[in-house]
Each structure stands twice: as C-alpha cells, then as structure tokens.
C-alpha cells in the first residue's frame, strides 16, 4: 500500500511507539501525585513540555498540552475572545473549520467577524490585513500552512500589521515542516498537533505567549495552568514529544519537497490540470491538482483500489460531500472544484512509491 493522505494523519513513527510502550508501562503514576511514582510521571511531564517548546524557541510553561489541535484553535479563538471586553476578531477565508466555526459562533452571539480574502494562490497580503485591522480588533487567526492548498503565509511580515491584536496561528500542518521561532514570528499564540507529525492521535498543544491571558473553556482542576484542567494524557504527551523532535530534524524536509516537486511537475503535464495554491510558498509535502471533466472523488477511489490512497481536500469536508470553502475562496470554477484531488506526502515516502503513483495517476485520468 502507498499512503498519501498524511494531511488527514500520519503513520505511527516506531520511536513513538516504543515511547509508549515505556510510558504504559513504566510511567503510569498520576503527575499530581506526591509520591514517588507520581513523581516520575511529573517529571517525564516536565521533560516532554520543555522538549517541545524548544522545537519552536518558547519557554515550557508556554505550552499547554490539549486533546488535539481542534481544542487548541477552539481554546485560542474562545479564550481569547471570551477573556476580552472588545467583540471583533479577523478569520482568513480558509481557516480550518475549528477556527471557523467557533468565530461563526462568536458572530451569532453579537461579536464582529471579518473575514479576510486571499489572492488566488492562497496567499494574505499585509495591505489586506492592515485594511481590515483596527484599535478595536481583538483577535487575528491566520492558518500558518493550509490543510487542502499548502499554501504557506509569510507571518512575519503579516504580524506588524496587528496592532494590539492578539495573533494566533494554526501550525498543525506547517509544524516540523519549516523551522518555526515563535519570538521572530511574534505570534501570541499557535496550535500544535501530535497525529499530523507521526506522533499519537488525541494530543496537541497550544503555545501561549507569556502574559497572555485566555479563558478557561472547562472548569475541574489546576492542570495546564488552570488553563487546561484534567489528569494529563502522559504517554500521549510523550509520544507527542518524541515526534516533535525527531519531526525537526533538518534533511527529510527537502528530500520531500524535490518528491513533491516531481509530482506537480509531471501531473501539470495532462490536459486541462492545474494546480491549486501557491506555486513555491507551500508545504513541503503537500500537493493539491484540479482536472477539468474528472471527478476527484472518483479518482480517489479508483486509487484506492489500486492501494494508492489519496484525498479529495480536507477530511472533515470532504465526507460532508459539500464543494471546498478553501478551493472556492480561490475563485476555482465549479468543475475545476470537482476534479481536484490532494497527495500528501511523509518523511517516509519513497520516490518509487511516487512514481508508483504517479503512473497510477495517469492511468486512471486516460481511462476515467
């Protein structure tokens, strides 16, 4: 089997699950315990937290673990928010939809939402947000690397457009795949995901500047902070960690580039393609193609039965079988909507499993 949908979820790195077999096994006292079990587990805590922060240049008690990377961006737009006596927050059009949504929920209680437009690569330009930005705005959420395009925006030079707002960023899929220093991007906070990174599902991370202030979502303890509450996760947390750092390591990054590179290259090549966001300011292994008259559910299928698995877009979308929000904000036309698929590639994936599919590719679109 060839997988391609490491967008939607990684395979299990080994390392990581020996870590969890060690924390099963070894590091199962409670880490708020006094004794000395309890203490282990504490300080292996410790240790996963200040791995972690590291991998993005933050200080451990900047980072609080959550159940994934749906809590942290709802944790980042409702805390946030909620905390605030000013009602207006700015969304990029193709935020994840747990950004979207909880800003959409926001707006039906009173608060203000804008939305921001994107050129037709994906990209936010400062001049958009500066246009929009103003003493009242509260909260900035900008996707770091979209989940469908791969587009990747310049935070950097988007953060001096945002005042006195809050910024925060969604780095599930851009996170280990580019260097990432929180204190050069001055972002406020960022969501960090485990099962994006080979790392267990059901833990991620929320970086929150110091001294800045969020309101709690759940009430029930004084883990996280009081941010946070709830006996942590540990193996999780730990798996969590040692895929972060070995997810940062420098070399697989550009071997996984030129292999996507290839893909586009050579799949541009069939009649009527087109590929969707940024042509080299995107995620290393992400590549999203449209082809006009082809159905990209059909190809996927097609490809499964090949054992070559790939997606249509983003997973929590694409089930709901509804046109993508993400792919519409690029003016695409409604049939370049319907024949767009999306590879994403893995630290593992092999350029004979990319040429395996490749030739796959080609063969279902000359007989589709």
């Known amino acids: 089997m060839i997988y391609l949908d490491n967008a939607a979820t990684t395979a299990l790195a080994p390392e990581v699950e020996e870590t969890l ?9 409670n880490p708020g315990s006094i004794h000395r079990k309890g203490k ?6 410790a240790e996963a937290r200040a791995n972690i922060a590291k991998t993005i240049n933050a200080q451990p008690e900047e980072i609080i673990f959550t159940s994934g990377a749906t809590e ?14 000013t009602k207006e927050l700015i969304i990029s059009s193709i935020e994840h939809p747990s950004v ?18 994107v050129t037709p690569e994906g990209i936010i330009t400062p001049e958009q947000l500066a246009k929009n930005a103003n003493k009242n705005t509260q909260l ?12 990747l925006q310049d935070i950097k030079e988007l953060s001096k457009e945002k005042g006195n707002a809050l910024l925060h960023i969604d780095a599930t899929q851009s996170y280990t795949k580019i260097p990432i220093n929180v204190k ?10 485990s099962h994006k990174i080979h790392g267990p599902k059901g833990i991620g991370a929320l970086y929150i500047k110091a001294g800045t202030k969020l309101q709690p979502l759940m009430k029930g303890g004084g883990q996280e902070h009081a941010i946070r509450p709830g006996t942590e996760n540990l193996p999780a947390i730990m798996g969590f960690a040692t895929a972060a750092t070995l997810g940062n390591k420098e070399g697989w990054q550009t071997t996984t580039e030129k292999l996507r590179d290839t893909i586009i290259t050579t799949l541009l090549e069939e009649h009527d393609s087109k590929l969707n966001g940024h042509a080299t300011q995107r995620i290393c292994n992400n590549i999203n193609l ?75 679109l000359h007989h589709a």
């Open 21 to 29: 077999r060690q924390a099963y096994h070894t590091y199962y006292g």
């Open 40 to 45: 282990e587990a504490a300080e292996q805590l």
């Open 72 to 85: 942290s961006n709802n944790l980042a737009i409702l805390g946030s928010m909620l905390k605030q006596a």
């Open 100 to 117: 979207k949504e909880p800003a959409q929920w926001l707006h039906k209680q009173g608060y203000s939402l804008t939305f921001l437009p």
């Open 140 to 151: 900035i959420s900008i996707i770091h690397g979209n989940h469908e395009i791969g587009t």
């Open 184 to 193: 050069n991007l001055n972002v406020d906070l960022m969501t960090l995901s």
């Open 290 to 364: 449209s082809f006009l008259g082809k159905q990209g559910d059909s190809i996927v299928l097609q490809l499964s039965n090949k054992n070559i698995m790939i997606s249509t877009g983003a997973t929590c979308t694409t089930a709901q079988q509804e046109p993508s929000y993400v792919l519409k904000a690029l003016g695409l036309t409604t049939k370049q909507l319907q024949g767009s698929i999306r590879l994403s590639l893995s630290r593992y994936t092999t350029k004979e499993e990319v040429e395996q599919a490749i030739t796959a590719i080609q063969e279902v």
